[in-house]
């Protein structure tokens, strides 16, 4: 992997780290519903404005189909089952169950045949938990039946993303990431526009709900998906879901930053693990000198 492909990881990362605490604004006054359904929506207009500046065309209807179960794994089964879950847990809970999306995606590519289970891999998937681990300071939530079950809920989401990688390594290599991502969270809108529907009377649109939601779709979703799939185009899926790691290193660092949590020496342990983990995974080497590019 080259420095310019680890550098974005790490940008993504750190506006994805931001998504789990705007859940927690969003998903109580608007419903996991309705903010998934919004999210799309937005992102589906944000990623159609892109097309028409850059003139790119839609994909053809015979894509559309294949789209269409990317977006059920990558995006309305995700978001859904977060949001849901946002309603219940920390935002913290959610970003470390949240980093198991790299080990589905790895055990995924390998059922695939897409890459080889290597030890190396393996060991960057333990590393990545310990790291979370200790960099995430969990506080004392009381074991109840909605825990669990919203617990189940993240890591059926990140198993989602995770084998959903496998699928859109895939679509990038067959469709132009811009129509194809477009094209997604359209397909996630038209999917969601009826539980949306149903559940839109008892939203309570508050100002910083709706601020919330327009960045999750606008900024979180829409740009950072096309973001996405243009780096998956060029490194494996498995080091794409990677960047699940560092996820939680960044909503820390918000934390202390913008919310006035505690930052810690105690903490960089942690951090130190996640991005080696990260390393491990991606086969990102600093000190190897990268090969030119064509």
């Known amino acids: 992997m080259q420095t310019r492909h680890f550098i974005q990881l790490i940008a993504m990362s750190a506006l994805w780290g931001a998504s789990f605490p705007l859940l927690r604004i969003a998903s109580p006054a608007l419903g996991p519903w309705v903010v998934a359904g919004l999210r799309c929506t937005l992102a589906a207009a944000v990623l159609a404005v892109l097309m028409h500046m850059l003139r790119d065309r839609w994909p053809a209807r015979t894509a559309w189909p294949r789209l269409a179960l990317l977006s059920l794994l990558t995006v309305v089964i ?40 290597t030890s190396k891999r393996l060991l960057g998937c333990a590393v990545g938990f310990a790291g979370v681990a200790l960099l995430v300071q969990l506080g004392p939530v009381a074991v109840t039946t909605q825990v669990v079950l919203a617990a189940l809920a993240c890591t059926a989401a990140s198993a989602s993303y995770g084998f959903g990688a496998i699928l859109m390594k895939r679509a990038t290599l067959a469709y132009a990431p811009l129509p194809a991502s477009a094209a997604v969270h359209v ?108």
């Open 78 to 117: 995700p978001f859904v089952l977060f949001n849901w879950a946002a309603l219940i847990l920390p935002s913290g809970y959610s970003a470390v169950l949240n980093a198991t999306a790299p080990l589905f995606g790895v055990l995924g590519a390998a059922v695939a045949g897409e890459e080889k289970l």
């Open 187 to 294: 397909a996630a809108t038209l999917i969601l526009l009826l539980p949306m529907g149903i559940a839109a009377p008892a939203a309570n649109l508050t100002t910083a709900a709706v601020i919330a939601v327009t960045v999750l779709g606008t900024i979180t979703s829409g740009f950072m998906y096309w973001i996405s799939m243009r780096l998956m185009r060029e490194i494996p899926a498995s080091a794409a879901t990677s960047a699940a790691f560092m996820i939680p290193l960044f909503g820390v660092t918000w934390g202390g930053l913008f919310l006035g949590e505690a930052v810690t020496a105690s903490m960089l342990p942690g951090c130190v693990l996640v991005l080696a983990a990260t390393a491990l995974i991606t086969g990102f080497n600093p000190f190897r000198a990268s090969p030119p590019e064509a």
